[in-house]
């Protein structure tokens, strides 16, 4: 019972924080039929909780069936296990893409779980109040922490304290957090990015430059463009960023990626008014893979968001708690 975890600064009383944190161990399989668990006294001086709290939590467990005491053995989990899991996804936004995770996520769950969402709009404020209204509620708490470019790194451990590190993932990002390791299926950036040029490096030859559409509103991980710049320098190639496609100027020679549908589109119309060819005399890379990227004949890098949501939600049902980096793609087509 060591992720038994009871919050001395929750609001929740004691006894229901004990109850919950033996519900949800039971109903993730941590506790099973028959294993038993702190007798009151360990209980109350493991977690420095009063003994006639533990009674009382223990009492009303044996009521609703979930513990047994055997004349001078102890406590043990005896029915009601294995219940549906409980999970709450706490995404930045509801794209296209994050529809993918969140279905394929709810495909590989099935009748297994019921799952909520609820959005955090890139703020950490909101994340935390997600969460303080949510605590015990859920078995496993699945966040993506993406926030605004300007706001400071949120201290996890103060946002997630009282909650077990194994019931809560990360999911496309993996943050860096002093002495924790959260399970997490994740994108790396920059890396991805790179990697994704290296393999298209002798495509670049051609082109003099490569400047990335990054608009500000967008709140893109930052560590995209280290990845292109890093490629840029590496290869000789001059390296720009453009945050309004309004203002962007083209230049024959010139290869140009972007983020977003939007961008894109107005890069294409640039393109075409200006009698440029794609591919030739103008590069263009997008962003995430789509139908019509593929009609339009679109070189793509792309996540396998897909396979991000069902990953996820394996790893919850066989509780292999690792992280995982996700499989990123590089789909050349004519407009490279």
Same mark, same amino acid.
């Given at each position: 019972?060591?992720?038994?975890? /009871?919050?001395?600064?929750?609001?929740?009383?004691?006894?229901?924080?004990?109850?919950?944190?033996?519900?949800?161990?039971?109903?993730?399989?941590?506790?099973?039929?028959?294993?038993?668990?702190?007798?009151?006294?360990?209980?109350?001086?493991?977690?420095?909780?009063?003994?006639?709290?533990?009674?009382?939590?223990?009492?009303?467990?044996?009521?609703?069936?979930?513990?047994?005491?055997?004349?001078? $053995? =102890?406590?043990?989990?005896?029915?009601?296990?294995?219940?549906?899991?409980?999970?709450?996804?706490?995404?930045?936004?509801?794209?296209?893409?994050?529809?993918?995770?969140?279905?394929?996520?709810?495909?590989?769950?099935?009748?297994?779980?019921?799952?909520?969402?609820?959005?955090?709009?890139?703020?950490?404020?909101?994340?935390?109040?997600?969460?303080?209204?949510?605590? =015990?509620?859920?078995?496993?708490?699945?966040?993506?922490?993406?926030?605004?470019?300007?706001?400071?790194?949120?201290?996890?451990?103060?946002?997630?304290?009282?909650?077990?590190?194994?019931?809560?993932?990360?999911?496309?990002?993996?943050?860096?957090?002093?002495?924790?390791?959260?399970?997490?299926?994740?994108?790396?950036?920059?890396?991805? /990015?790179?990697?994704?040029?290296?393999?298209?490096?002798?495509?670049?030859?051609?082109?003099?430059?490569?400047?990335?559409?990054?608009?500000?509103?967008?709140?893109?991980?930052?560590?995209?463009?280290?990845?292109?710049?890093?490629?840029?320098?590496?290869?000789?190639? %001059?390296?720009?960023?453009?945050?309004?496609?309004?203002?962007?100027?083209? $230049?024959?020679?010139?290869?140009?990626?972007?983020?977003?549908?939007?961008?894109?589109?107005?890069?294409?119309?640039? /393109?075409?008014?200006?009698?440029?060819?794609?591919? $030739?005399?103008?590069?263009?890379?997008?962003?995430?893979?789509?139908?019509?990227?593929?009609?339009?004949?679109?070189?793509?890098? %792309?996540?396998?968001?897909?396979?991000?949501?069902?990953?996820?939600?394996?790893?919850?049902?066989?509780?292999?708690?690792?992280?995982?980096?996700?499989?990123?793609?590089?789909?050349?087509?004519?407009?490279?």
């Amino acid at each position: 019972m060591n992720k038994i975890i /009871i919050d001395h600064s929750d609001k929740t009383p004691k006894v229901q924080q004990i109850i919950n944190s033996i519900k949800a161990e039971i109903d993730r399989g941590s506790l099973k039929r028959g294993d038993k668990i702190l007798s009151v006294a360990d209980f109350a001086k493991t977690h420095q909780v009063a003994r006639d709290t533990v009674e009382k939590a223990y009492r009303r467990l044996k009521d609703e069936g979930y513990l047994e005491t055997v004349a001078g $053995k =102890g406590n043990y989990i005896t029915g009601n296990t294995g219940g549906e899991l409980r999970i709450l996804l706490i995404f930045n936004k509801l794209s296209s893409y994050k529809k993918e995770i969140y279905y394929s996520f709810l495909r590989v769950m099935g009748p297994k779980a019921k799952v909520d969402l609820q959005i955090h709009h890139y703020d950490p404020a909101i994340l935390k109040e997600i969460i303080a209204h949510n605590k =015990g509620k859920y078995h496993y708490y699945v966040v993506m922490p993406h926030f605004f470019q300007d706001s400071p790194e949120p201290d996890y451990q103060e946002i997630f304290h009282g909650i077990d590190p194994q019931s809560i993932m990360m999911l496309d990002k993996k943050p860096e957090v002093k002495g924790i390791e959260y399970p997490a299926v994740y994108q790396d950036f920059r890396l991805d /990015i790179y990697e994704a040029l290296y393999l298209a490096r002798h495509l670049f030859e051609k082109y003099r430059g490569i400047t990335v559409v990054f608009p500000q509103l967008n709140h893109h991980p930052v560590e995209i463009l280290d990845g292109i710049s890093s490629f840029c320098s590496e290869s000789s190639i %001059t390296f720009s960023k453009a945050t309004d496609m309004t203002e962007l100027m083209l $230049k024959k020679g010139e290869a140009y990626i972007t983020l977003t549908e939007s961008s894109l589109a107005d890069l294409l119309k640039k /393109i075409r008014l200006s009698g440029y060819v794609a591919g $030739k005399d103008i590069g263009v890379l997008s962003f995430n893979e789509t139908v019509m990227k593929e009609l339009l004949d679109i070189t793509v890098v %792309t996540s396998e968001f897909t396979e991000m949501g069902s990953r996820a939600a394996q790893m919850i049902l066989d509780k292999n708690f690792i992280q995982v980096r996700n499989q990123f793609r590089l789909i050349v087509r004519q407009s490279l």
